[in-house]
């Protein structure tokens, strides 16, 4: 029903399920692009000339609508940074280097895993990880034990695994976490393009977030820091834009959220981020999080009539991804039929070799939903694995 607005699926004949990894881009966010660069396109809060003054007040703009959009209480709040990736590390470089532990879970992507590993903390020397259950989900006891044992520790957590659909209990997490006065990071990549999220009602401390996963151009996104750190936050880079006076001898720099913004950003993609919040407000978190159920729960259902199939969990408390293998064959070689088919998924660790080793396999086969796919899909998809199967043990 939604397909119509996005131009990818006018132009090609691929049944794209790889939404985990990035979402195609609704027409009005591409516009939002040819717009700034045929029509405005100037540097921001630097001249002041009138495009110049324009593009700074559509990137100023965006920062309140993400502010809105996530229910920030100041726009000071709101980093704009390249994506989830470059969030965590700034995060990790300019503010949780000086805590003894750092917490993360076991489904945790590789950027947030590898840039503690570069602080040089390894598994019980300053990183901790928490158990899952047998169904994939968060073990709270372990975790509980974990912030007993690490008060004051640097929780860092997604909220949706990318690899498994997974959603962690934000909330409960983030509380118990208080509880022990640890802080809280939670990685947002696969967050927006499915549900809200309110980092007030959550009481997060840190929000890292990736447009194109959600809608809007790639090297792009931002971190949510609670205002009560951003004093402690040390600048991650610096340069032109982060400052108020220079000389010789000295510089002193601006408030958040200049002081960490150094350099050209990516002023179209910001921009583009906002027109994609726009889009996703245009159709409706109620709506996305209705229709994703029930085709994610259809998903489930066709693949279970595939008899060698694998899967590693159940789809409580999950959304998005859905991973499985196919007993007998290795993943990689279905995912070259299914190309050659046509059907888009990803294949292989999908960044998360951590979680994939304790399962005691290479990687799986990662079929993910958006709202504008539809069952259609997901039967194209369905014949095709069917097929490949048959070619493969033929
Ligand atoms: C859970 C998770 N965290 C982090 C990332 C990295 O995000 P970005 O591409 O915005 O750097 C991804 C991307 O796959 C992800 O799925």
Not at 104 to 124: A, F, K
Not at 238 to 266: C, H, M, R, W
Not at 281 to 309: F, N, P, R
């Amino acid at each position: 029903m939604y397909k119509k607005d996005f131009p990818y699926f006018k132009n090609s004949n691929v049944v794209y399920l790889d939404n985990a990894a990035t979402t195609q881009k609704p027409q009005a966010v591409i516009d939002s692009q040819v717009e700034y660069y045929e029509h405005y396109c100037a540097n921001t809060h630097r001249s002041n000339f009138g495009d110049a003054n324009k593009a700074t007040q559509k990137y100023e703009n965006a920062r309140k609508h993400l502010r809105s959009f996530i229910n920030a209480s100041k726009n000071e709040e709101i980093i704009f940074t390249k994506g989830v990736t470059e969030s965590i590390n700034f995060i990790a470089h300019s503010f949780a280097n000086s805590f003894d532990t750092v917490i993360i879970s076991s489904l945790e992507h590789h950027s947030n895993i590898v840039p503690w590993h570069m602080q040089g903390r390894t598994l019980h020397k300053g990183l901790e990880v928490v158990k899952y259950t047998s169904d994939l989900d968060f073990d709270f006891e372990n975790f509980e034990a974990l912030l007993q044992k690490y008060p004051k520790a640097f929780v860092s957590v997604t909220h949706i695994s990318n690899a498994f659909g997974k959603i962690n209990d934000l909330k409960a997490i983030i509380k118990l976490a208080h509880k022990y006065e640890a802080v809280v990071l939670v990685d947002g990549a696969q967050s927006l393009a499915h549900m809200a999220i309110d980092v007030q009602a959550l009481d997060v401390d840190f929000l890292a977030l990736s447009a194109h996963k959600s809608f809007a151009p790639t090297g792009v996104g931002a971190v949510y820091v609670k205002e009560e750190h951003l004093n402690k936050l040390l600048p991650y880079q610096t340069g032109g834009a982060t400052i108020d006076k220079v000389d010789f001898e000295s510089s002193t720099l601006l408030d958040s959220p200049y002081k960490f913004e150094a350099g050209t950003q990516n002023i179209a993609g910001v921009i583009g981020f906002s027109q994609a919040l726009s889009y996703i407000e245009s159709v409706g978190y109620k709506q996305i999080q209705a229709y994703e159920e029930e085709l994610y729960a259809y998903l489930d259902e066709q693949l279970h009539t595939i008899e060698e199939i694998k899967f590693y969990n159940s789809i409580q408390h999950a959304i998005g991804s859905r991973s499985f293998n196919i007993k007998g064959i290795v993943h990689d070689d279905i995912g070259i039929l299914l190309d050659k088919m046509h059907i888009a998924v990803r294949v292989g660790h999908h960044c998360a070799q951590p979680i994939m080793k304790a399962l005691g396999i290479k990687g799986t086969i990662r079929v993910s939903i958006a709202f504008y796919n539809d069952k259609e899909d997901i039967d194209q998809f369905i014949t095709a694995l069917k097929k490949a199967i048959a070619m493969l043990k033929g």
